[in-house]
């Protein structure tokens, strides 16, 4: 029976799995390398080894509403799109509000993780770890959840850059900048087009004589405040827009989505245009990128072919001259080196994790890890769906299938991934959001169903197909079920907008015309997803009908 866990990591992903260890009975034990909670929102003038780093000006690109953790909302006056100070103090309120600081062992890193000579019998670990002075210790925990993340070792692909060693000004990896106060005046080259490199290069370029961005592929960019001034995720990350993409073609939809943001701006004209198409992988949230390119304080390059002293050549023959400062945006690598190296089964370019979260070579499931994923959204309800799993399976209340069927399924996974996306060693863990949320959620038994919500709580129903697929919506129904789920979803819009009640106005009435084509999008939005259900599962809504009695969740 597994009562002790270690936790590696006090991240957001350590917090959550802390406290889903709390809610299952267990005793967690977390161990933090640094002086302080929060991981990569943890804001270090200096950039330290092995660890997560951010700049002093980062916001995070997911909307408050959509990243909070399933029971305990973000306060209403909090902007919708966070500061890193205002994530970091949020988790402060998370883990006083759920008592985790107690459980917490601060400056201690964990040098090794091994089974102990007995783990045939009991799935125990030993895990050996170092404070600050230098003092090793050992301990034995019944089970250990790996809460590290993957974003700790910058890639610095130098050899694929011939003459780099003959540059003659600056150059680092995104993971070291802080911010701008270098590049006053400089020229300035950006490689990479990810969303640290679009945030550097449109923040250089307040302050740099010219920056250059250099991309590989190209990428699409999507801006954060989208239709009527919504932020973008709680426009169009909803359970109808799910289904849509479970009932229309792919490429229909990239088609869809891909005339919608160049209208914005052809990524085209603005040499953006990338090589994949829109969903197959995730896309730059960037606001201030156009018009830094259509300002021309950014401008847009092909692949660097080589450098020469201060000269740098790309692809296409051009040239651009005196450049003081090359910034790698180049991702990262992932590592455990704690580990055992037979722990993790690889799987093409990616560690194999029984979705994503169990290895599926171990003689007990005493192992996870937690926060290893990526997908368009945040990571704080991820990692905290994953955990609340694990804790599940930890206390046996879950079975996992057994060694060979978990292999099977990691393999198709993988094949799933490399069909959808564009995978490589740098981007291995890309999920769709939705999809695996309620892949998790089915395996605890949380996932809402839309037809019990249809005939028991049409108004519910309404906002959970509608509206934005927030935490809240796991914490309806079976374990660990919230009392507050149905608020929080019902008010989430009335979160959204109190920060920008710093005016009054006079709010117009809404029109007829307005509400009978919002009943009818309702009916038929109802209409799709019944016949959603029936063709994946014909006998689910007869089932439900015959067994339906009148009940309010």
């Not at 109190?498 to 084509?517: D, F, V």
Request: glycine residues 8%.
């Amino acid at each position: 029976m597994v009562h002790r866990v270690a936790v590696i990591g006090a991240g957001p992903s350590g917090l959550t799995s802390m406290k889903a260890c709390l809610d299952e009975g267990m005793v967690p034990t977390c161990f933090e390398s640094s002086d302080d909670l929060g991981g990569l929102w943890k804001l270090k003038e200096v950039s330290e080894p092995n660890r997560a780093s951010i700049y002093r000006s980062l916001t995070i690109n997911i909307s408050k509403e959509m990243m909070c953790y399933s029971d305990f909302p973000i306060p209403a006056d909090y902007p919708n799109y966070m500061h890193h100070s205002k994530i970091l103090t949020y988790f402060r309120m998370y883990a006083d509000h759920f008592k985790l600081l107690q459980h917490i062992r601060f400056q201690t890193s964990v040098k090794s993780v091994k089974q102990r000579p007995d783990f045939s019998r009991t799935g125990q670990w030993e895990v050996v770890t170092e404070n600050r002075d230098g003092q090793e210790e050992r301990h034995v925990f019944d089970a250990v959840i790996c809460c590290t993340g993957h974003f700790n070792y910058p890639n610095l692909p130098l050899k694929d850059f011939p003459g780099i060693e003959t540059f003659e000004g600056k150059y680092f990896h995104s993971w070291d900048y802080k911010g701008p106060e270098d590049m006053h005046g400089k020229r300035m080259v950006v490689i990479g087009i990810g969303n640290s490199g679009g945030d550097i290069a449109a923040e250089g370029s307040r302050v740099a004589q010219q920056v250059y961005m250099s991309t590989r592929r190209g990428a699409w960019v999507i801006r954060q405040v989208s239709d009527n001034g919504l932020p973008v995720d709680m426009k169009y990350n909803t359970r109808f827009v799910h289904i849509l993409f479970q009932l229309l073609p792919i490429n229909f939809l990239n088609w869809i989505g891909e005339k919608k943001l160049n209208a914005m701006y052809d990524h085209t004209m603005y040499a953006l245009k990338p090589k994949h198409r829109l969903f197959s992988q995730i896309p730059v949230i960037n606001d201030d990128l156009p018009l830094k390119i259509l300002s021309g304080s950014v401008i847009v390059k092909p692949n660097v072919k080589e450098i020469r002293g201060s000269t740098v050549v790309f692809d296409d023959g051009s040239v651009v001259e005196k450049v003081d400062i090359i910034v790698f945006a180049t991702g990262y690598n992932y590592d455990f080196p704690y580990l055992p190296s037979n722990t993790m089964h690889k799987s093409g370019h990616r560690v194999g994790l029984y979705k994503h979260v169990f290895p599926p070579n171990l003689e007990h499931p005493t192992l996870a890890v937690v926060g290893f994923i990526h997908a368009l959204g945040a990571i704080m309800p991820q990692a905290e769906m994953q955990a609340r799993w694990v804790t599940r399976v930890f206390k046996g209340h879950k079975k996992l299938p057994s060694n060979e069927a978990m292999l099977k399924a990691v393999e198709n996974d993988t094949k799933d991934m490399e069909k959808s996306y564009i995978m490589s060693k740098l981007t291995p863990l890309q999920v769709d959001f939705v999809s695996y949320m309620d892949d998790i959620a089915g395996e605890i038994g949380v996932r809402p169903s839309l037809p019990w919500l249809f005939f028991t709580d049409y108004p519910l129903y309404k906002r959970v197909l509608w509206g934005p697929v927030t935490a809240y919506q796991y914490r309806l129904m079976g374990p660990g079920r919230w009392e507050g789920a149905r608020r929080a979803i019902f008010t989430q819009f009335d979160r959204m907008y109190q920060p920008l009640k710093t005016r009054k106005l006079e709010a117009p009435e809404a029109s007829i015309t307005g509400r009978l084509i919002k009943l009818s999008l309702t009916i038929m939005a109802g209409g799709a997803a019944i016949y959603y259900i029936h063709v994946r599962n014909p006998t689910a809504i007869p089932t439900l009908l015959s067994n339906f009695h009148p009940q309010t969740i």
